[in-house]
């Protein structure tokens, strides 16, 4: 696989995981369980965010500046709003107080109604973002491959320079000079 072939699949790979957050939102506020750990409000810690903000902001050094900023202004909508929806249902303070009553850690009818708003204001958002993401998938196809190995090897560099940090960091006080030196 070449480089622009990993990019494009990177791509791919970063749009199925917006498909499965915004699913695992549906049957969250459906009333199913969803596993609190496939949930985060913090876009960073996804695997589309860490694709976004790692590899595909690489790209707004050719023609993809626009389209990238539309996408993290419409990524920080979503989150925004997806924030909400987690405090409703995994928030601290509320499932600790449930607990101790005695209840079940459930949201309200009025939270349920909330949460449900929400989430359609972020499937409107997320129809956006999808729309955006085709523009940049185009865009990033037209690239030419020299273009492609611009960004492979900006992010060949980036990987060696923080190799060489952990060795730096590793090898820091913790050499013995041996039974004699103490």
């Known amino acids: 696989m070449n480089t622009k072939e990993k990019n494009m699949y990177r791509l791919y790979r970063a749009r199925t995981a917006h498909l499965k957050w915004l699913n695992n939102i549906k049957l969250l506020v459906s009333g199913l ?6 949930l985060t409000p913090i876009v960073q810690d996804t695997e589309l965010g860490q694709w976004f903000y790692n590899e595909a902001k690489q790209f707004a050094q050719f023609n993809s500046k626009n389209v990238l900023e539309e996408m993290e202004e419409l990524l920080e909508n979503m989150y925004n709003i997806f924030a909400k929806i987690y405090s409703i249902y995994f928030g601290e303070a509320k499932s600790s107080l449930k607990t101790f009553l005695g209840f079940k ?8 109604e909330l949460a449900t708003r929400c989430y359609e204001d972020i499937v409107v958002l997320s129809d956006q973002f999808k729309n ?50 103490h």
């Open 33 to 38: 369980n969803v596993d609190k750990k496939q």
């Open 105 to 112: 850690n459930s949201a309200s009818k009025y939270e349920i």
């Open 132 to 181: 955006k993401f085709g523009v940049l998938e185009r865009q990033l196809f037209a690239l030419s491959d020299v273009k492609h190995e611009m960004v492979r090897v900006f992010e060949y560099e980036e990987e060696e320079a923080q190799k060489r940090t952990v060795m730096e960091n590793e090898s820091g006080d913790d050499y013995h000079h041996g039974p004699r030196s």
